[in-house]
């Protein structure tokens, strides 16, 4: 309690004061300079409203001294320059044209034509002679390969083969009926020659003692 007291009732109050007081001599160290700011904004303010006063009077008399000097370069301008560029201009545009038909009817009716000419000789020489010539060189051996080396080798190619096939041909019509005429003749003599040996009958064979035999006879009966 006596500690609240002296707080609320002693320490309080005096803190308060003191910071007061501390304020007070903040504000009136303060004077000069809120005076000293104060002027500085009342002079710049008069010189402001002196200036625009001043300029709200000056400019248009500037406005005014600008268009009284300008009045008469204006009219000059206006109704005697003006005019004397248009027609200068006019006068300039027919010379030129006038000047220039010479070269334009020349360009247009001669030169014209001229290039027109030569680019279409261009393109013709190269579409009827140097297309045509390169095509030709280009297709001739395509055409000879095609139509004449090619059937050559397969002529050369083919006659040997059909000479083979003839041969062939011819052997076996000579050979056929001589083969059969063969094997005829050797089925009659292999005929002949087996009633001969059966005829015969198997041969026999005495052996002589003490001897080798000279001559042995073998024959095989069927």
Same mark, same amino acid.
């Given at each position: 309690?006596?500690?609240?007291?002296?707080?609320?009732?002693?320490? @309080?109050?005096?803190?308060?004061?003191?910071?007061?007081?501390?304020?007070?001599?903040? *504000?009136?160290?303060?004077?000069?300079? !809120?005076?000293?700011?104060?002027?500085?904004? *009342?002079?710049? !303010?008069?010189?402001?409203?002196?200036?625009?006063?001043?300029?709200?009077?000056?400019?248009?008399?500037?406005?005014?001294? +600008?268009?009284? =000097?300008? *009045?008469?370069?204006? %009219?000059?301008?206006? +109704? @005697?320059?003006?005019?004397?560029?248009?027609?200068?201009?006019?006068?300039?545009?027919?010379?030129?044209?006038?000047?220039?038909?010479?070269?334009?009817?020349?360009? /247009?009716?001669?030169?014209?034509?001229?290039?027109?000419?030569?680019?279409?000789?261009?393109?013709?020489?190269?579409?009827?002679?140097?297309?045509?010539?390169?095509?030709?060189?280009?297709?001739?051996?395509?055409? $000879?390969?095609?139509?004449?080396?090619?059937?050559?080798?397969?002529?050369?190619?083919?006659?040997?083969?059909?000479?083979? +096939? +003839?041969?062939?041909?011819? $052997?076996?019509?000579?050979?056929?009926?001589?083969?059969?005429?063969?094997?005829? =003749?050797?089925?009659? %003599?292999?005929? =002949?020659?087996?009633?001969?040996?059966?005829?015969?009958?198997?041969?026999?064979?005495?052996?002589?003692?003490?001897?080798?035999?000279?001559?042995?006879? /073998?024959?095989? @009966?069927?």
């Amino acid at each position: 309690m006596i500690r609240d007291f002296f707080y609320y009732n002693i320490y @309080v109050p005096l803190y308060s004061f003191n910071m007061w007081m501390i304020k007070m001599i903040k *504000f009136i160290l303060s004077i000069p300079y !809120m005076i000293f700011e104060l002027f500085f904004r *009342f002079v710049i !303010m008069i010189q402001k409203l002196i200036f625009e006063i001043i300029l709200a009077i000056m400019i248009p008399i500037f406005k005014f001294m +600008y268009w009284l =000097i300008m *009045f008469i370069p204006n %009219l000059m301008y206006k +109704y @005697v320059i003006l005019p004397i560029n248009l027609a200068m201009m006019w006068l300039l545009g027919w010379i030129i044209y006038i000047v220039t038909w010479v070269p334009n009817m020349i360009n /247009l009716y001669i030169t014209l034509p001229i290039l027109n000419f030569m680019k279409w000789l261009n393109w013709a020489i190269w579409i009827f002679i140097i297309w045509p010539v390169l095509i030709f060189f280009i297709a001739l051996p395509y055409i $000879m390969w095609t139509y004449v080396i090619n059937p050559i080798i397969q002529i050369l190619i083919f006659l040997p083969r059909l000479i083979m +096939y +003839y041969w062939k041909l011819i $052997m076996q019509l000579i050979m056929q009926p001589i083969d059969g005429l063969c094997v005829g =003749i050797w089925n009659i %003599l292999d005929d =002949i020659f087996d009633s001969i040996i059966s005829a015969l009958g198997p041969p026999e064979w005495n052996p002589v003692n003490f001897t080798f035999p000279i001559f042995i006879w /073998l024959a095989s @009966v069927e």
